[in-house]
T-cell receptor, first 118, second 117 residues
Framework: GAGVSQSPSNKVTEKGKDVELRCDPI?????LYWYRQSLGQGLEFLIY????????KSGLPSDRFSAERTGGSVSTLTIQRTQQEDSAVYLC????????????????FGEGSWLTVV | AQKVTQAQTEISVVEKEDVTLDCVYE???????LFWYKQPPSGELVFLIR????DEQNEISGRYSWNFQKSTSSFNFTITASQVVDSAVYFC??????????????WGLGTSLAVNP
């Protein structure tokens, strides 16, 4: 597609259930990011994938969070045993180059997956 | 400490007014980048501008302009002759030089701008 695609757009889940959020980056983009935006909070970095390199998981808030990227394209963010504090918008982004904030490169964000844990 | 402060939580203006969104940052690094992003109601983030710390020249892009002042650690964003379509949340962000592959931006909390007809 033309942009970063995320699904589902909205997800309401019960506390304790597992959820999977999907991100389909722009074709050809080697770098993929997951961010989280909670109500009243700024954007929070979660995880970064670049090509075949080991992902940078340093932003994942707990071991209930995991992510994978298959075939260097589609990524899935999994949250196990969801808690109410997990409620947030989960944003996926991709960029053509591995150093996305350098001159000539831009990060493209999806519209986000709105997760509500009840 | 690295920090970005957007003191204005919400701003409401009438169409055609000029509006300035403030951004103040803190960093000990001499090399860094500053960014502005727009988040319209649809939720996606739209990149607006990137500025490196060595370039204090102000930039104008159509109705948008940015004023970078290292002396006051500010990177303010002005929209001239605002339009309803400018209604969005605007985020200022800082990338310090030690950010490795640049993935760890430090974000402000955003300023919600409402432009009323």
């Amino acid at each position: 597609g033309a942009g970063v695609s995320q699904s589902p757009s909205n997800k309401v889940t019960e506390k304790g259930k597992d959820v999977e959020l999907r991100c389909d980056p722009i074709s050809g983009h080697t770098a993929l990011y997951w961010y989280r935006q909670s109500l009243g909070q700024g954007l929070e970095f979660l995880i970064y994938f670049q090509g075949n390199s080991a992902p940078d998981k340093s932003g994942l808030p707990s071991d209930r969070f995991s992510a994978e990227r298959t075939g260097g394209s589609v990524s899935t963010l999994t949250i196990q045993r969801t808690q109410q504090e997990d409620s947030a918008v989960y944003l996926c982004a991709s960029s053509l180059r591995p150093r996305p904030y350098d001159s000539g490169n831009t990060i493209y964000f999806g519209e986000g997956s709105w997760l509500t844990v009840v | 400490a690295q920090k970005v402060t957007q003191a204005q939580t919400e701003i409401s203006v009438v169409e055609k007014e000029d509006v300035t969104l403030d951004c103040v940052y803190e960093t000990r690094d001499t090399t860094y980048y500053l960014f502005w992003y727009k988040q319209p109601p649809s939720g996606e983030l739209v990149f607006l501008i990137r500025r490196n710390s060595f370039d204090e020249q102000n930039e104008i892009s159509g109705r948008y302009s940015w004023n970078f002042q290292k002396s006051t650690s500010s990177f303010n964003f002005t929209i001239t002759a605002s339009q309803v379509v400018d209604s969005a949340v605007y985020f200022c962000a800082l990338r310090p030089s030690n950010a490795g592959n640049n993935r760890k931006l430090i974000w402000g909390l955003g300023t919600s701008l409402a432009v009323n007809p």
